[in-house]
């Protein structure tokens, strides 16, 4: 079975500031890995995700993220936030072998919180 | 090319009323999923269907039905809606294998009193 943990609930942050969320799984097989970003009143949207090869990926908006093996972690990151980046991130995975037929695991959620 | 839509958008149910929420995907997606949002515990899987003809439990399922009326169509249906089923309902649809990104639906969002 795979899980998720997101270790920040709430993250506020200034306006040009740079931000990381924080995202840490479990997992016994391997896995494909997902940020997803629901802005206010919204469905999710992807943001990126790490199926193979480098472990830094560039997503949509200037967001990128770090797979780390060793640490079971994809942190997302982002140098410079702007307002329109307040909203909630959610990391998943996804478990290689055709018997998981793309059931993501979600974390509990990330809410950005981007100040003037 | 409307992507995935939901209806409806708000519902408010008493206590034991059943209901149907509906989801159609224009993209030829093979696969469909319904997930749950509660507060502070992300998303959660109810039901997908990997395939027409084809559904499967996922994490939360009980209390819960779903048809695959057809390639375009998932619907998800409460018999006798309770409180604990007050939630935001979201529909998905990927093309079908694990590493597919999933697009979402705007979301239901329903109360049972």
């Known amino acids: 079975a795979q899980s998720v943990t997101q270790l920040d609930s709430q993250v506020p942050v200034f306006e040009e500031a740079p931000v990381e969320l924080r995202c840490n799984y479990s997992s016994s097989v391997s896995v494909y890995l997902f940020w997803y970003v629901q802005y206010p009143n919204q469905g999710l949207q992807l943001l990126l995700k790490?199926?193979?090869?480098?472990?830094l990926v560039k997503g949509i908006n200037g967001f990128e993220a770090e797979f780390n093996k060793s640490q079971t972690s994809f942190h997302l990151r982002k140098p410079s936030v702007h307002i329109s980046d307040t909203a909630e991130y959610f990391c998943a995975v996804s478990a290689y072998g055709s018997s998981n037929t793309g059931k993501l695991i979600f974390g509990q959620g990330t809410t950005l919180q981007v100040k003037p | 090319n409307a992507g995935v839509t939901q209806t409806p958008k708000f519902q408010v149910l008493k206590t034991g009323q059943s209901m149907t929420l509906q989801c159609a995907q224009d993209?030829?997606?093979?696969?469909m999923y319904w997930y749950r949002q509660d507060p502070g515990m992300g998303l959660r899987l109810i039901y997908y269907?990997?395939?027409?003809?084809?559904?499967d439990k996922g994490e939360v399922p009980n209390g819960y039905n779903v048809s695959r009326l057809n390639k375009r169509e998932f619907s998800l249906r409460l018999e006798s809606a309770a409180p604990s089923q007050t939630s935001v309902y979201f529909c998905a649809s990927s093309v079908d294998r694990v590493s597919d990104t999933q697009y979402f639906g705007p979301g239901t969002r329903l109360t049972v009193l």
């Open positions: 993209m030829n997606h093979n696969s």
């Open positions: 269907s990997a395939s027409e003809g084809t559904t």
């Open positions: 790490y199926l193979s090869g480098s472990t």
